[in-house]
């Protein structure tokens, strides 16, 4: 019984480590796409373009994202925003946006 419960645990930890490593080829995905919106102004279209292919469908997945049409819109719209993921990730820039939200909504 013991051995089953590691090996399960052993699995379920390489699944883990799989799926971030999936995650981290979206990231980058994201930012070639950023790269290539600040280039030729074609970002939005090359990341859709991306995430509706076989390949494109199947890292997300394995990332653990659903390839579905909406997904496929937040990622436009994410590269759209011209925003690096590793700053949009980052803390300076969550509170950053935090803050410039909330005066907006002193504003209104």
């Known amino acids: 019984m013991r051995d089953f419960v590691d090996g399960s645990a052993f699995n379920f930890e390489q699944g883990q480590r799989a799926r971030k490593l999936f995650a981290a080829v979206v990231l980058a995905a994201l930012d070639d796409a950023i ?7 074609n970002g939005p279209e ?18 653990g994202i659903d390839p579905n049409e909406r997904v496929v819109k937040g990622l436009m ?17 969550s509170e950053r946006r935090m803050a410039a939200e909330a005066e907006e909504a002193e504003a209104a």
């Not at 719209?77 to 820039?93: I, P």
């Open 46 to 63: 090359q990341i859709a373009r991306w995430a509706r292919s076989r390949d494109g469908r199947e890292v997300l997945s394995c990332a």
């Open 35 to 41: 790269a290539d919106d600040r280039k030729y102004g």
């Open 77 to 93: 719209e994410f590269v759209s925003k011209g925003v690096r993921t590793s700053v949009a990730l980052s803390r300076e820039e």
